[in-house]
């Protein structure tokens, strides 16, 4: 284990001072406590689930290290707690006339809703991870829903975190197999975030990168590891994922070290609540892995594009009004998601002469760009193997979605995020959706997968 390397991550993370990771240290939670919240009082947090794992023996270690506790807060195991406001706000009430700092055990859910809560009081909060699930535990911000429209608030990070590898181990495979859809998505995320380095739009931070990066092929090397339970699969994985936390929490302006346009794949499905109803509901790292893999393969035949054969003045003629392109995002959804879509898009417009002069950047820069890119990704062909090993969805209608469905969304992620990506340079570009329907042809990456005939 990596002791080290996650001691230099906390040393220019702004949030958590200390990360408990080793075999059987669920005990350790009470005397983590002491150090970073002294004499304070605590409150534990959990769900049905979380608190059969983990409940006891959290509280068990508290109470012994002297912390006086309220009584636990627990959500029912069933239906699932969502991580939507109204939850933020019930935990907030809940925490308010307590005074106590706040313990949760738990799903990237729980800890979502604890984070911006404890926040919001001006509290902080120490999480005690039950599955390798996601890599938000040590995130700074929360990915929470606020009148339907998934988005990230501004919180900060748990100030301590305890992870239990034989816990995590322990944990349904679902749980390892949602954790490494989420953590695989850093490779194109990476290359979405070369694209917009290269282009001057957002440069990479170097330390945020290597946080972000450094253990993700150790994270994902071993898939059948991780299905064995193999102590040493879990290891190199529980570190990718509290390491990308820690890159979020270090870059604070955004979740862009982890997180590209595979994610927004997820988000534009849970703002639909895909999967939501299903028993137990589709996990957003399920997701996450679908769009790491139509990333990857649209990233794969983009590094091949000849953009210095793209007509600029054809590609300008054709780009759309402002009022134009918001009429198209108002097309494209419904309900709640529809004003917030507007503002994301609109906020990264461009006009007629910041189009040409964009398009002649990404002629100029697109050979560098592409061989950085080349050197990031990886073949979606050994993603899809990895995803299916340990037990991830590597196909859309293993989720539900059509084919045309599946398709739109290449058409439609960009629109949720300011975030540059690589579909906003093709759509630049005029040649998105020539792009991606290549991806649909018969002899395309998706093209060559079965699809039943309702896709």
Same mark, same amino acid.
Request: charged share 25%.
């Given at each position: ?71 636990? /807060? ?7 707690? /969502? ?27 729980? !800890? ?21 699930? =996601? ?8 990915? *929470?829903?606020? %009148? ?48 917009? %380095? ?72 849970? =703002?639909?609540?895909?999967? =939501? ?23 794969? !035949? ?56 964009? *398009? ?76 991606? %329907? ?18």
């Amino acid at each position: 284990m990596s002791e080290d390397l996650i001691e230099r991550a906390l040393a220019s993370a702004d949030d958590t001072d200390e990360v408990v990771m080793g075999d059987d240290v669920l005990g350790e939670t009470g005397r983590l406590f002491r150090r970073l919240f002294g004499d304070a009082g605590g409150v534990v947090i959990a769900d049905g689930n979380t608190w059969a794992v983990a409940g006891e023996q959290v509280t068990a270690s508290l109470r012994g290290a002297g912390v006086e506790l309220a009584e636990p /807060y627990v959500f029912p195991a069933r239906p699932s707690v /969502y991580a939507e406001y109204e939850n933020v706000e019930l935990l907030r009430e809940f925490l308010a006339p307590l005074g106590a700092n706040a313990v949760v055990i738990g799903s990237g859910t729980l !800890n979502d809703l604890v984070k911006k809560a404890s926040d919001e009081l001006g509290r902080r909060y120490l999480v005690v991870c039950t599955a390798a699930s =996601m890599d938000g535990y040590a995130a700074f911000g929360a990915s *929470i829903s606020v %009148d339907g429209f998934k988005t990230t608030l501004s919180c900060r990070a748990p100030q301590g975190l305890v992870v239990d590898l034989p816990t995590l181990a322990a944990a349904p495979q679902r749980c390892t197999a949602t954790g490494v859809g989420d953590l695989i998505e850093k490779i194109p995320a990476g290359a979405d975030w070369i694209l917009a %380095d290269e282009l001057g739009i957002e440069p990479i931070e170097q330390g945020s990168w290597d946080l972000a990066q450094g253990r993700l092929e150790a994270a994902i090397s071993d898939p059948q590891g991780l299905v064995d339970r193999d102590p040493g699969a879990f290891v190199a994985l529980a570190e990718g994922l509290v390491l990308s936390g820690l890159a979020m929490q270090r870059y604070r302006i955004s979740s862009r070290p982890a997180s590209g346009a595979g994610h927004l794949f997820s988000h534009v499905w849970e =703002m639909e609540h895909l999967g =939501m109803d299903q028993d137990p509901p589709l996990t957003h790292g399920f997701k996450v892995g679908l769009g790491t893999l139509a990333m990857l393969a649209l990233w794969q !035949n983009a590094v091949d594009l000849d953009v210095s054969a793209i007509d600029t003045e054809a590609a300008v003629a054709t780009w759309r009004s402002r009022e134009e392109t918001e009429a198209s995002v108002r097309s494209w959804f419904t309900g709640n998601m529809v004003e917030p879509a507007v503002k994301e898009t609109l906020d990264k417009y461009l006009t007629t002469e910041q189009l040409r002069a964009r *398009i002649g950047l990404i002629k100029t820069a697109w050979p560098v760009i592409t061989a950085r890119a080349r050197e990031q990704l990886v073949p979606p062909e050994r993603a899809e193997s990895i995803l299916e090993r340990v037990g991830a969805f590597h196909h859309p209608q293993q989720i539900d979605l059509s084919r045309q469905r599946f398709r739109d969304t290449y058409l439609r992620c960009r629109m949720i995020r300011s975030r540059y990506t690589l579909p906003d340079a093709l759509f630049e570009l005029g040649v998105l959706e020539e792009q991606v %329907d290549r991806l649909f042809a018969p002899d395309g990456f998706w093209g060559r997968r079965p699809w039943a005939q309702t896709g």
